[in-house]
């Protein structure tokens, strides 16, 4: 069975940048034909998609967060991370990894296995 675990930070400085990672057991993240996607839920707001490497290693990140967003992943180590730079107290939110089966319009679909998420907050 496919396991996702998500780790990095709980406490990230405004201004500074995000980095988590995604470790995956039981899988590869080279495998066709799956995404592999980061997600938040923002506080009172809802879930929010970050954006996703595919096993092809082709990226795709939501407009609203791309010009501050990185996605890439270490294939050694089985492993995918998040880069979120000049965060503000808005970034807090719960971070998850997913795996999805497939794309609709660029959107994930089919999501498979999730990680348990991680709480980051952002504050000075």
């Known amino acids: 069975q496919v396991q996702l675990q998500e780790s990095g930070p709980g406490l990230v400085k405004p201004s500074q940048t995000l980095s988590l990672t995604c470790t995956v057991s039981?899988?590869?993240?080279?495998?066709?034909?799956?995404?592999w996607h980061w997600i938040r839920h923002l506080p009172g707001k809802g879930m929010e998609s970050i954006g996703y490497?595919?096993?092809?290693?082709?990226?795709y990140v939501t407009p609203s967060l791309k010009s501050r967003t990185s996605i890439a992943r270490d294939t050694s180590k089985n492993q995918f991370t998040l880069h979120l730079s000049t965060v503000t107290p808005e970034d807090t939110a719960v971070y998850y990894c997913?795996?999805?089966?497939?794309?609709?319009?660029?959107?994930?679909?089919?999501?498979?296995?999730w990680g348990q998420g991680t709480q980051v907050t952002v504050s000075s």
């Open positions: 490497i595919a096993y092809s290693g082709n990226t």
């Open positions: 039981g899988g590869s993240i080279t495998t066709n034909y799956y995404y």
């Open positions: 997913a795996r999805a089966e497939g794309l609709t319009d660029q959107v994930p679909v089919g999501f498979s296995s």
